[in-house]
């Protein structure tokens, strides 16, 4: 096999051996199947390729201490993938078929799995796209769900020290009554330019404020934003951002923590409060931001000393992957042990 530097690794992709797939028509998933074939066949009609029905989800399996492999949050994954396809109009898949889907996919690469220690991970990708051919703008009759998975290193290669980030007020990524509460791929595309602007700018991320006022934080690129401050943890209730499911898993540790839990619209004129302020996302992990650029006022607030972590968010980190690699228990039950 060819070698694998697994404490070097970025946020890319990597050929496994196997992805596993399904297929909906006439009403039915058939069963999974596993192929070594890295493309797929589509009708150029493909309601995925023109209208937009197109739903991903993204996970992590670990290799843990004791060796085992864990999948963190299995269930809710999958709950936020049938919520995507029900709003999208695509078939569902079952709670069942997603998680037969994801184990499969992580056993049958089980030599792509990062070994303990290295910081790297098995990024689990599920897809579902309409492939039945539709010219008028409707539902496909046909649906294909692919689970293939992905060894990967850290999202910012800065890893767990802090990051810059840009406001960007001039581009929205969704809007209230939108497609942001979703993991639509739309969301992504309509993402690029203001990625691109940052990235030109210098700035790995950037901030995304609320599309009717811009007076509200959203979140940070493919990421939840969070925040610390006389001893709550705050982060941002709104319609168009995507309900992370590593948020919704700091927020239980942060209220373990005894800190407050306050989620809520969250102000732009609340960041020279903040101690602390990070985001959070199952490629993100947390990743402390240090600072934040506001072009259009010229001015840039800093979080601690920007560029060192800050405690709680130090904390937060390191309980989360201890839960993840096995070395904390897991009295929530969010680990699937294979
Ligand atoms: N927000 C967006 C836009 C994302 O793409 C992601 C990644 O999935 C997140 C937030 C974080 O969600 P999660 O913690 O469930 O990975
Ligand atoms: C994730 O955290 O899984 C994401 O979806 C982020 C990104 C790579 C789109």
Redesign the pocket.
Known sequence: METIDWKNLG?GYIKTDWNIRSTHRNGAWSPLTATQDENLTLHMASTCLHYGQEA?????AFRGADGKTRIFRLEENAKRMIRTAEYTMMAPPTVELFRDACIEAVRRNERFIPPYGTGASL?I?PLLIGTGAQVGVKPAAEYMFVVFVTPVGP?YKEGFRPISIMVDRHHDRSAPLGTGFV?VGGN?AASLTSADIAHKAGYPGVLYLDAREKKYIDES???NFFAIRDGAYITPKSPSI?P?I?NMSLRDLAADFGLRVEQREVEFAELPTFEEAGSC????VISPIGNIYDPDENRTYIFGDGTTPGPVSTRLYETLRAIQLGEAPDPRGWNTVL
């Not at 991903?56 to 992590?60: M, Q, V």
């Not at 996302?281 to 993100?284: K, S």
């Open positions: 946020f991903f989800e993204g996970l992590k990024y990708r999202y993991k992504y690129g493919a990421a995507l992370s590593t996302g199952t490629a993100a």
